[in-house]
């Protein structure tokens, strides 16, 4: 169960939290990202053209296995080459979890970002909580 949460109690502090509850350790980290970076994308196993990309803003976000990945790909997809799997990890091979974004601008507004069938969607946050399944 992932929990996120946003807590305003100064003027101009924020503080976010988030949980990644899984039973094996992903190795995230925090993520400082600049403004001004070229990203790309594509959709794996499918016909699509490379996405590219710059981001216009900075932002801080949490990593797992070192990548930053935002789609619901298979664990099987997922799980680094040179890392050993788990016997408990062995069973969700072909289960891909639901991803779910968090994104918080300077001002408090808020934001969900899930993936649903392949297409992201966005929900609108006011009380800056987001739970397993924002839908």
């Known amino acids: 169960m992932c929990t996120d949460l946003r807590l305003v109690r100064l003027k101009d502090l924020h503080v976010s939290a988030r949980t990644l509850d899984f039973a094996y350790e992903l190795g995230s980290r925090v993520r400082v990202v600049p403004a001004g970076l070229e990203w790309s994308a594509t959709a794996t196993g499918t016909p699509v053209d490379e996405l590219r990309w710059t981001n216009a803003h900075g932002y801080v976000a949490m990593d797992a296995f070192a990548t930053v990945q935002m789609w619901n790909a298979q664990v099987r997809r997922l799980w680094p080459d040179d890392r050993t799997m788990p016997d408990v990890v062995k069973p969700l091979l072909d289960f891909a979890f639901p991803m779910h974004l968090a994104v918080r601008d300077a001002h408090g507004g808020d934001l969900v970002v899930e993936l649903l ?9 006011p009380v800056g909580v987001l739970t397993n399944s924002p839908t």
């Open 117 to 125: 069938q392949g297409a992201p969607v966005f929900h609108d946050n």
